[in-house]
């Protein structure tokens, strides 16, 4: 695996943005340190993934997964597995604190879209922060023929173990 360390907005990017099928790819077994203004790893626009054996440490939104409107290729998973993250309130020099953050976050998805989070160990470093929109897990905009599987996780330490937003599915 790779060692990604101080980066601003993303530690791996993948997006599908114009394509006319889906993407997929795998991002497994690196290590990925602060990332204070958006996420360690981020699949958006129709790219799928593997996101599996990965610690992410001082994320904003440790892995974010969004914009999901086609079907996953044929013989491919979705799913964010056996992470390891910790997370904590986001300092930026010059900027606002940043004392919301999500250790894996999953934001609309439409269809026939399809996610699977498993097995993944979320700490919150930040014990004193409270704010009841710092999540372990949050899941949001999930409409209609999506499909998400959330078990196994482990969570500790977060206001919010899950938070399910418009989730009319």
């Known amino acids: ?51 599996d054996g990965n610690t992410v440490v001082n994320a904003w939104r440790s892995i974010a997964a969004q914009t999901h409107n086609l079907a996953i290729p044929a013989g491919k998973l979705a799913v964010i597995s056996n992470n390891t993250i910790n997370s904590t309130i986001q300092a930026i020099a010059g900027a606002t604190t940043r004392i919301t953050y999500d250790g894996i976050h999953l934001n609309l998805q439409n269809g026939p879209s399809s996610w699977t989070i498993v097995g993944n160990t979320i700490t919150n470093l930040s014990t004193s922060n409270q704010d009841p929109n710092c999540d372990g897990i949050e899941i949001i905009s999930i409409f209609t023929g999506a499909t998400v599987t959330a078990s196994n996780n482990v969570i500790a330490g977060f206001p919010t173990g899950y938070r399910l937003w418009q989730c009319p599915t």
């Not at 599908?16 to 497994?28: D, H, L, M, P, W």
């Open 1 to 51: 695996g790779c060692v990604i360390k101080n980066v601003y907005f993303f530690g791996v990017r993948m997006d599908g943005s114009g394509a006319s099928a889906a993407r997929f790819g795998e991002v497994t077994d690196n290590y990925i340190e602060n990332t204070p203004r958006f996420s360690g790893i981020f699949p958006s626009d129709n790219y799928y993934a593997k996101i």
